[in-house]
């Protein structure tokens, strides 16, 4: 149960960092939300936005890691987990 208001938190924070990055309406980003289809980021676009991530999570993620994210909630278990190492 604490792991889940955890990555309610941390989504929250996603949330928040990327309505703030691309001036989007938090109401407008979902857990499902993708971030280059649904959002329109292209992949440096992407790569800055994963990059001020790292920087608010004070986490960094593999090469691999990084081309994973596709969603919102797919940065949010990453971030969320990563953090809490």
């Given at each position: ?24 309406p ?36 593999t ?13 949010t ?9």
């Open positions: 149960m604490v792991s889940q208001v955890r990555n309610v938190s941390a989504e929250e924070q996603i949330i928040s960092m990327i309505s703030w990055s691309l001036n989007v938090s109401t407008k980003i979902h857990p499902y939300t993708n971030l280059q289809n649904d959002l329109n980021l292209d992949k440096i676009d992407l790569m800055l936005l994963i990059a001020e991530l790292e920087n608010r999570f004070s986490t960094y993620l090469k691999e890691q990084v081309e994973s994210i596709e969603t919102v909630s797919d940065a278990y990453l971030f969320a987990t990563r953090a809490a190492a």
